[in-house]
Each structure stands twice: as C-alpha cells, then as structure tokens.
C-alpha cells in the first residue's frame, strides 16, 4: 500500500493531524481538507486513491459531497459518521460511498478498512471475471466498469463496490450468498446481525439492474440473495 494517497476530509483539524500521523507511519500520503471548498482544492491538484470524508461540517456536509463526488468519479470513499446514527451510515452507502466508521473508531480498524478497500479496488477483475459478461438483459464490462443495457445501449459506471457486489452475484449465479458473504466481499468483514448497510448496498445494485420487481436478485428469506439468471461469459 506505499506510495497510495489518502485525502482526508474533517473540519477537526486535530483529527486530520492524527490520521496523517497514522496513515502516514503505514507507508500512505495523506493530504487534508477542512471542508467542501478546501476538498475541491485538493482534487484539482491530486487524484488520491481514497478520500475519508466526515459528514458533519460547515457548508456543504459529508452526504452533499460524496453526492457531488459520484457524479463523475469513483474514487473509494469511507464516511465518516456519528456513533449512534445509523440513519448516517445508510445514507451515505445511498449516495454511493464504500463503506463507513463511527468516529469511535481506532485508527487500526480503519486502516483494515482502508486497505481492504484498496485491495478490491485495484484487484484486476479479470482474475474473477471474463473482460465482458453477458446476463438477463445486461452486459458487464469488468476492466470499464461499464454496465450496459443491451436493449437500447444506455451505459452505467458502477463504483468499486458494486462492481465487487456484482461480480460475486455473477461469479455465484443461481446459488444463494448469505448476508456474510456480502459483506466479506465488499468490506472484508460480517456483517453484523441488524446492519442495514447490506440492505442499502443490494438496493443500490438492483437500481442499477433497474430491478424493481426484484426478480433479477432475489430474496430468500433468512437465506441471503440470488441472482436468478443464466451468465454468459465472453474474452
């Protein structure tokens, strides 16, 4: 993980201090923003390869930013959220970040989720994946992250997260992945019994499949999610 930039978005600039001193001990460079303004700033000079962004500050808040952030980027992005606001953790994963840590956290579980997402996001999917998968009425490109609907050609970016969710429904077609499964998948840990952030993350998905009767993903009760249709792969 040497070399890879971190930007790290907090209007507490002794938390930002911390996280540098951190980070930057694991081998990262970490460059700071205290607020939306400061983080554009940053972006205009830097590509890092995650951004941890708060959700409480002044001006333009952690849910406006990360929206703001996906329009035309998919660069990995951790919340960093309330402890007790659960309704925090699920709108940000709504709005398209990767994961999310209470500011309870300790600096090493963050950094198992920093690299964890690291990892998935420079993992070439072609050692899970052919280049293009074809399923139901969709193709995947799998280096692109370009999803394409083969009726009328309209194209949709997927993030690092639901292209891994994705790729794991595909990779596992047909046969039901419990909740567990998930969430090693795409956060590197289980899921906690009463997290909804699964919820969200298969929700977002099934958005993007335009899945609305929810035929394409399945729920199986007390079971977990199945993709329902024949996969077909191409080089």
Same mark, same amino acid.
């Given at each position: ?48 390869? !995650?951004?941890?962004? @708060?959700?409480?500050?002044? $001006? ?8 703001? =952030?996906? &329009? #035309? ?84 970016? !997927?993030?690092?997260? @639901?292209?891994?969710?994705? $790729? ?8 039901? =992945?419990? &909740? #567990? ?55």
């Amino acid at each position: 993980m040497e070399n890879k930039q971190i930007l790290v978005v907090d209007d507490n600039l002794d938390l930002r201090e911390a996280l540098s001193d951190y980070l930057g001990r694991a081998g990262f460079e970490v460059i700071g923003a205290g607020n939306g303004r400061e983080m554009w700033q940053q972006l205009k000079m830097h590509t890092p390869d !995650l951004i941890i962004l @708060d959700i409480m500050m002044p $001006g333009d808040d952690g849910f406006t930013l990360c929206q703001k =952030l996906r &329009r #035309d980027s998919q660069i990995p992005i951790i919340m960093l959220t309330a402890v007790t606001e659960e309704a925090d953790r699920v709108a940000g994963l709504e709005m398209g970040a990767d994961d999310y840590i209470t500011k309870s956290f300790s600096p090493r579980e963050l950094l198992a989720r920093i690299k964890t997402i690291l990892r998935r996001s420079q993992l070439n999917p072609q050692t899970q994946l052919a280049r293009k998968v074809r399923f139901d009425d969709w193709s995947l490109d799998t280096v692109t992250r370009q999803l394409t609907r083969l009726e009328d050609h309209q194209v949709k970016q !997927l993030s690092g997260a @639901d292209l891994s969710l994705l $790729g794991l429904f595909v990779n596992n077609a047909k046969s039901i =992945l419990s &909740r #567990d499964d998930i969430a090693r998948e795409i956060w590197g840990r289980d899921a906690d019994p009463f997290e909804r952030g699964i919820d969200v993350q298969i929700s977002r998905l099934r958005h993007h499949l335009e899945d609305k009767d929810r035929s394409l993903i399945l729920t199986v009760r007390n079971k977990g999610y199945m993709l329902t249709t024949d996969v077909h792969y191409e080089n």
